[in-house]
Nanobody
Framework: QVQLVESGGDLVQPGGSLRLSCVAS????????MGWFRQAPGKEREWVAT???????NYADSKKGRFTISRDNANNTVWLQMNNLKPEDTAVYYC???????????????WGQGTQVTVSS
């Protein structure tokens, strides 16, 4: 019904920057919120940031000041700008969207397939 496709993951040196993108497509009536999660090897998936369709943003405490989430509602796209990257930011980054699909009465969460970010010298 709904597909989320992430892109932008790469190998970057410590202190570098990356911009991740996620585009949602499919049977979308509206998207309430979009966000990013990440999962490092051997660890549980953790929340990174969320942005609502009204533009309100929230960040995990450790990401404030280095990560910025933004969104283009018209194109169902969300970005995550990551600056001053650290080796501990290495993870697979997943896009998540809370979507009301056509014919549904309530929103559901959908996930992308993930994009790998590796921070290493």
């Amino acid at each position: 019904q709904v597909q989320l496709v992430e892109s932008g993951g790469d190998l970057v040196q410590p202190g570098g920057s990356l911009r991740l993108s996620c585009v949602a497509s499919g049977s979308i009536f509206s998207i309430t919120a979009m966000g990013w999660f990440r999962q490092a090897p051997g660890k549980e998936r953790e929340w990174v940031a969320t942005i609502t369709n009204g533009g309100s943003t929230n960040y995990a405490d450790s990401k404030k000041g280095r990560f910025t989430i933004s969104r283009d509602n018209a194109n169902n796209t969300v970005w995550l700008q990551m600056n001053n990257l650290k080796p501990e930011d290495t993870a697979v980054y997943y896009c998540n969207a809370l979507v009301l699909t056509y014919g549904s009465s309530r929103s559901r969460g959908f996930w992308g397939q993930g994009t790998q970010v590796t921070v290493s010298s």
